[in-house]
């Protein structure tokens, strides 16, 4: 992890359907502060072996970069998993 990255909570907000050749995207606040953003919901499924559909309402673990032009949510992490 360099400087320009932490680990931040994230909750799940809504999934909104790709339209066309789209992605799904998944409607994140970020904890702590006011701010939202889009990430693909596939990037979390993924990560965290989540349903896309199962998403929404979940809390996450998750790496934020910030780099000079954009920022960036990656290497997320279920919290609070009913499974275990």
């Given at each position: 992890m360099?400087d320009?990255?932490?680990?931040?909570v994230?909750?799940?907000?809504?999934?909104?359907?790709?339209?066309?050749?789209?992605?799904?995207?998944?409607?994140?606040?970020?904890?702590?502060?006011?701010a939202?953003?889009?990430?693909?919901?596939?990037?979390i499924?993924?990560?965290?072996?989540?349903?896309?559909?199962?998403?929404?309402?979940?809390?996450f673990?998750?790496?934020?970069?910030?780099?000079?032009?954009?920022?960036?949510?990656?290497?997320?992490?279920l919290?609070?998993?009913?499974r275990?």
């Open positions: 360099d320009n990255s932490k680990r931040i994230v909750a799940v907000l809504l999934v909104a359907d790709g339209i066309g050749e789209q992605p799904d995207m998944a409607h994140v606040a970020i904890g702590g502060t006011n939202s953003t889009l990430v693909e919901a596939d990037l499924a993924e990560d965290t072996g989540v349903p896309v559909n199962e998403l929404p309402g979940r809390r673990d998750a790496l934020w970069t910030i780099g000079e032009v954009e920022e960036e949510l990656s290497d997320f992490r919290l609070n998993d009913p275990i």
